[in-house]
Structures are given as structure tokens and as C-alpha cells.
């Protein structure tokens, strides 16, 4: 999939923010519509959610619109975090849509009672699914091509919505054919259980994302970007930290250089590194470049050859104990072999005497 330019990501974004609450507004009539006909508790739950979409969807739209702001004196990092606090304000609004959905299912499912209209119903819910498929894949999509968290869990939830409407389609299925009224609370339950978790799910990702937690993928990014332009005199990397927000990534890592290098020199090194990372990551990307002298011009991290993410964001003190245990298993690997020659040798000798 080919990278969206910087100068579009932030349009693409409000227009699929735009497009998510419009769409949200015309499922949740679909489903209202659909409730007020069967008065299923299945199809009310389903509704309930919807309107977390319409409420969530919202929120989505003036998110992607603050983090497409430039940063500014007030915050000199950029907006982008606000949209992990919108994921994590959708997930909290889908947990409390799964206490509305217990409630109505337990009551249904311990008072059963009539559910008329259910073929209207099931092609109303149908219709409302198919068109939740396709907002809901179409919003995951773009989150994933502009690096929208927001958008992405917008998406994922719509998706979950299909699920739940799948559920509620099947129940009305299920009452039509076997007059067994109480499955139409039973399932209430069941999509509520459903709707609690990837609620639950949305949160547990927007707080990593606040918290700045690592980011395994940003990281291997990083890494390859790294590795495959490395420089001849660019000894080691070390302590590479990184955390995204939308469009704006933050880099910081410790460069080694040789240490016969001027200032101005290792200045001049550290700049293409941040310009090489700035043309993979974007503009905005911050990138702050810690130069250090080579301790050592015969260590055992100078002659590494290969940069791995694992090693990349090692403390230099960890991977200077790794280099001393590599050197240590190397001399214990020879000396052992030494022996064992001599072993073998000395067995020869044996050998010949009794010839």
C-alpha cells in the first residue's frame, strides 16, 4: 500500500471523521426503527451501541481535527495525542453501553415476552450490518494509511457493531423459528459480554498509547531505516526510544562515533540521521541524536556488523556487559576446543606407544 503524503493525511482524516458521524446517525435511525417494531431487547442492545458510534464518532472527528494542528508555543510537541484520549473516551463509552445491555437483557431474559414485526426487524438489522461492514472496514483502513489511532479504534468498534448485529439477527432467527422467547434476553447478555471486552480492549490500547509505552513495530521501523543506511563510521547506536501521536513521531537515540572526530564534524553525522529518518518518518518527525565518543577503537561493540531492534535500544552499560559475556563465551568455546585437540592428541600418542 503506497505511504499517503504528509499534506493529505490530515483531510483524509476529517473526511473519514465526517463520513463516520453521518453514517452513524443513519444506522442508528435504521436500528431505533427496527426496535420500535419488534421491541427486542437483542436489537435494543445493538441500538444502544449505536448510539455510542454517533456520540464516539463525534469525538473522532474534532480529535482528528485538533491533531492535525502544527505544534505551538503551548504545545511544542504537537496535538496528537488527543487522539489516544478519544480511543480511550470510545472505549469507556462501549463499557458503559455493556451496562445498559445486561440491564435490558437480564430483564427480558427473566420476563419474556412478545416480539412482533421480526422479518421488517431482521432486514432493517441486515441492512444496518452491511453498512457498518463497509464504514467500518473503510475506517481502519484510513487510520492505518495516516497513522490514526483514533480513526482506527472508530473503525474497530463499527466493526464489533456488525458482530453484535449479527447477534441480534440471529436471536430474532432463532425466536421466529422456535417461539422460544427468552433466547431474545440470552443473546442481550451474550453481545453485552462481547461489547464489555472490546470496550475494555479500546482503553487498554489509548492508555498505552498515553503513557507513551514501547512500540515494537515503530521500533523494528526505526531500526531498518538504521541498519540499511548505516555509515562507515557510525560505530554503534544505542538507546533508541521512539513514541507516535498521529503524524508526529519522536525520536531519541546515542550515536558513537570515532573519537578523532571534530565538533562539527559529529554535528554534521548527526544531522543525517536525522535527516534520513525525517524522509522516512515525515517533516514533523523530532529527532534528538546524542553523540558519543568510541570508549574503545579495539571493543567488541566496534566490530559489530549487524543492527537489531534488540540491541538498538539497549543502555550502553547492558550492551557493554553483553559484548564482555560474548568475548568471555568465545575464549571459554576456544579453550575447550584447545583441550580437546590436545585430548585427542595425547590419545593418538597412546595409540602409537602400543603399536
Not at 59 to 70: Q, T
Not at 128 to 134: D, G, K, T
Amino acid at each position: 500500500m503506497p505511504p499517503v503524503p504528509e499534506n493529505t493525511r490530515a483531510k483524509m482524516r476529517i473526511k473519514a471523521g465526517g463520513l463516520s458521524l453521518a453514517a452513524g446517525l443513519g444506522i442508528l435511525g435504521l436500528k431505533f426503527m427496527a426496535y420500535r417494531l419488534t421491541g427486542s431487547s437483542a436489537v435494543l442492545s445493538d441500538a444502544l451501541e449505536s448510539i455510542i458510534n454517533v456520540v464516539a464518532g463525534a469525538f473522532v472527528l474534532l480529535s482528528v481535527w485538533l491533531s492535525a494542528k502544527p505544534p505551538d508555543r503551548s504545545h511544542p510537541y504537537g496535538h496528537g495525542k488527543i487522539e489516544y484520549f478519544s480511543a480511550g473516551f470510545e472505549g469507556a463509552l462501549i463499557i458503559l453501553a455493556a451496562a445498559g445491555i445486561f440491564r435490558t437483557g437480564l430483564a427480558h431474559l427473566l420476563k419474556p415476552r412478545p416480539l412482533p414485526n421480526l422479518d421488517t426487524g431482521m432486514l432493517l438489522l441486515l441492512a444496518a450490518a452491511v453498512a457498518n461492514l463497509v464504514l467500518g472496514l473503510l475506517l481502519v483502513r484510513v487510520g492505518r494509511r495516516t497513522a490514526s489511532p483514533a480513526l482506527e479504534a472508530d473503525g474497530r468498534h463499527v466493526l464489533t457493531d456488525v458482530y453484535t448485529s449479527a447477534g441480534a439477527i440471529a436471536s430474532l432467527a432463532v425466536v421466529k423459528l422456535s417461539g422460544k422467547l427468552w433466547v431474545d434476553g440470552a443473546m442481550a447478555c451474550l453481545l453485552g459480554v462481547y461489547v464489555l471486552v472490546a470496550g475494555s480492549r479500546l482503553v487498554f490500547r489509548a492508555y498505552c498509547g498515553l503513557m507513551d509505552a514501547s512500540n515494537p513495530e515503530l521500533l523494528a521501523s526505526i531500526s531498518a531505516v538504521l541498519r540499511k543506511c548505516r555509515r562507515q563510521n557510525w560505530i554503534d547506536i544505542h538507546q533508541l526510544r521512539a513514541w507516535q501521536a498521529g503524524d508526529n513521531v519522536n525520536i531519541d537515540l546515542h550515536l558513537v562515533l570515532p573519537r578523532d572526530l571534530t565538533l562539527s564534524q559529529a554535528h554534521s553525522e548527526a544531522e543525517k540521521v536525522e535527516t534520513m529518518l525525517k524522509d522516512k518518518f515525515g517533516r514533523q518527525t523530532t529527532v534528538l541524536v546524542h553523540t558519543d565518543p568510541c570508549p574503545d577503537p579495539s571493543c567488541t561493540l566496534c566490530n559489530l556488523h549487524k543492527w537489531n531492534r534488540e540491541t538498538l535500544t539497549m543502555a550502553s552499560g547492558d550492551k557493554k556487559r553483553l559484548a564482555q559475556r560474548q568475548s568471555s563465551c568465545g575464549k571459554k568455546a576456544e579453550t575447550h576446543k584447545r583441550n580437546k585437540e590436545e585430548e585427542g592428541d595425547g590419545n593418538h600418542f597412546f595409540q602409537d606407544n602400543q603399536r
